[in-house]
Each structure stands twice: as C-alpha cells, then as structure tokens.
C-alpha cells in the first residue's frame, strides 16, 4: 500500500479482555516496528520484526505481550489479560532502504 | 542504552519567529537520526533524516543540523506558522545485534499563535 496502514484505529476494551492490533506496513519493507505512545510522552519501543522473525523483542513489557508476522508483511500485536496500564498509542512504522521510518496514523486503545 | 533528551519540552511563539529546537543523546555511535511531527491524534510524520555522514538537511523552511560527536541535533524553523503548532520528535538511530534501532525523545510541544 501507499502507507502503513494499522487499525483498528481506536479499540475501547474491559480489564481481562484480549485484543488483537494490526499493522499493514509499506509493500517491499523488511523491516517492521511496534511502538507504544503514554500521553505527553515519546514513543517506547516494543519490539522489531526483520522478516518474518522478530529480531529484538526486548521491548515487550511482560508476557502478556506478543507478536507475530507470519509471512513477513502485515503483523499483529496480542495483549492478553488487558489491564488499565495498557491504555496507550500503539505505533506501528516500516523502513525503507535510506533508514527512513514511516509511521501509521496508531491504534489508541482504552482499557476500562 | 539510548537516552534522549530534547528541549524545550514546550515553547509559544508568535507568528513569524525562528525557532530552534534542540535535541541530545548519549550514544553517538548513531547510523542517522530522524526529525518528526506529530500532531493531536495523529501518527508521526517523517520531516528530515540525516545521516550520520551528514551535518545538515534541509527541507523548506526546515533546517536540521548533527553533530554526532558531541550527541546533538537541532531543528530550525523559519519564519513560523500557526501551521507548524505540533509536537516535534527527534530520534537517533544505531545498529545493534538485532538491527536498526530507534530511541525517541520526549518531544517539543510547539505553538504557533497568529
């Protein structure tokens, strides 16, 4: 696609559900990230997909976090056991060959 | 580990300043670093990228310089616009074991008043 493309955009959940966030990055980019974004803060790195594996994860906060890209395209975000402290931006970039990072427009979720 | 720090955290000026922002980091093993914009609800919107070879982009009425050695990076921009009222990201890049990794700082909060 022309961008990365992430939805859903807003995702309003209870404490204990599971939520599942998709990311569609550029068409041709490798290389995908998940970012979170706290109100008034920067984004927080999660986790860094090369291909279909995930090359860094050191970012993912607790298990109850996860990721996965299958096929080396699109890629999904799990948060199990959703709880309040969740609420956030998750982010979702691909890059190009300069090292460019392009951004989706964000899937805000809020856990009540 | 990364650490970024940029200042001003926020900044109102009116229409038609020059303004810089600044940005630092403590790692300046960088491979290049990557000026965004944010705007309220919105994801980040690519501005400048400098390479680590780089002093200099420019875009505009947007200017970056880097100064690896000494861990900074600054963002002017000329002659303001209400238009430019965003929050504005600065991100350094290295290479580590896994790859190529991003540090965001906390980001400058600007507004443009007309």
């Known amino acids: 696609g022309a961008g990365v493309s992430q939805t859903p955009s807003n995702k309003v959940t209870e404490k204990g559900k599971y939520v599942e966030l998709r990311c569609d990055p550029i068409s041709g980019h490798t290389a995908l990230y998940w970012y979170r974004q706290s109100l008034g803060q920067g984004p927080e790195f999660l986790i860094y997909f090369q291909g279909t594996g995930a090359a860094d994860d050191s970012g993912l906060p607790n298990d109850r976090f996860f990721a996965v890209r299958p096929e080396g395209s699109v890629s999904t975000l799990k948060i199990q056991r959703t709880e309040r402290g969740d609420s956030a931006v998750y982010l979702c970039?691909?890059?190009?060959?300069?090292?460019?990072?392009?951004f989706g427009e964000g899937s805000r979720l809020t856990v009540l | 580990k990364q650490e970024v720090t940029q200042i001003p955290a926020a900044l109102s000026v009116p229409e038609g300043e020059n303004l810089v922002l600044n940005c630092s980091f403590t790692?300046?093993?960088?491979?290049?670093l990557q000026w965004f914009r944010q705007d309220p609800g919105k994801g980040l919107t690519s501005l400048l990228l400098?390479?680590?070879?780089?002093r200099e982009q420019t875009s505009g009425r947007l200017n970056a310089s880097l100064d690896k050695s000494s861990g900074r990076s600054t963002l002017y921009i000329a002659a303001s616009q209400p238009g430019d009222s965003a929050t504005y990201l600065c991100a350094p890049q290295v290479w580590n074991n896994a790859g190529n990794m991003l540090t965001f700082g906390g980001g400058t909060r600007l507004m443009v008043k007309p």
């Open positions: 400098i390479q680590s070879s780089q």
């Open positions: 970039a691909s890059i190009g060959n300069t090292g460019e990072l392009f």
């Open positions: 790692d300046s093993a960088i491979y290049n």
